[in-house]
């Protein structure tokens, strides 16, 4: 039987001593960004960005369970670079054409327009002469 004074174990919750032992505040790991690269190197993947993005990431995860964190977050920023390359590229592409056919569909309508006012005026003209 253990006689030593005071017990721990009745002593009131406040008298306890308190854990002062500094709280050591880490960055989180860095994002390897995967799974946005592979979205991008499936779905129109223009000029290979898509696939440069996947490449840094998977390099990215390597660091990171390799434990090297610096190395990690540089090829992380690479791979974020690369995807948002890859997203503004495939988003931008099909708005340049959809502009590019209605531009040219005006054009078309306009000329063609044009080109009927050319011969109603030629009939017209052929009409007061006879």
């Given at each position: 039987?253990?006689?030593?004074?005071?017990?721990?174990?009745?002593l009131?919750?406040?008298?306890?001593?308190?854990?002062?032992?500094?709280?050591?505040?880490?960055?989180?790991?860095?994002?390897?960004?995967?799974?946005?690269?592979?979205?991008?190197?499936?779905?129109?993947?223009?000029?290979?960005?898509?696939?440069?993005?996947?490449?840094?990431?998977?390099?990215?995860?390597?660091?990171?369970?390799?434990?090297?964190?610096?190395?990690?977050?540089?090829?992380?920023?690479?791979?974020?670079?690369?995807?948002?390359?890859?997203?503004?590229?495939?988003?931008?592409?099909?708005?340049?054409?959809?502009?590019?056919?209605?531009?040219?569909?005006?054009?078309?309508s306009?000329?063609?327009?044009?080109?009927?006012?050319?011969?109603?005026?030629?009939?017209?003209?052929n009409?007061?002469?006879?």
């Amino acid at each position: 039987m253990d006689t030593s004074y005071p017990r721990e174990d009745y002593l009131p919750m406040t008298s306890r001593k308190q854990d002062t032992s500094p709280t050591i505040i880490s960055d989180p790991p860095p994002r390897d960004h995967l799974i946005w690269s592979i979205f991008n190197t499936i779905y129109m993947n223009l000029c290979c960005f898509g696939l440069v993005a996947l490449a840094y990431s998977v390099k990215a995860r390597d660091q990171k369970v390799a434990g090297d964190i610096e190395a990690a977050r540089r090829f992380s920023s690479k791979a974020k670079c690369y995807n948002i390359l890859a997203m503004v590229w495939s988003l931008l592409l099909p708005l340049l054409l959809i502009a590019l056919v209605i531009t040219g569909v005006i054009h078309l309508s306009k000329l063609a327009q044009e080109s009927m006012d050319f011969f109603n005026y030629k009939l017209f003209a052929n009409d007061d002469d006879g």
